[in-house]
């Protein structure tokens, strides 16, 4: 528990650099990354659609 904590040991201005190995922080990054590239999506289930797209690739790799 107490690893967990360090982050915010450091400043708050640190804390968007600070990187992680946690697996689930690294799926929100890809998501967010993948939805930055398309932009604006139709509709909520078009987003929805591209997550879950992620989401069965990584737990079928």
Sequence with gaps: MAET????RFPAEHWIRIRTNNPLERIIREIRRRTR?????PDGN????????????IAGS
């Design 5 to 8: 904590l360090t982050y915010y």
């Design 46 to 57: 078009s987003a929805l659609m591209l997550c879950a797209a992620r989401l069965r690739h």
């Design 37 to 41: 590239v398309v932009g604006a999506f």
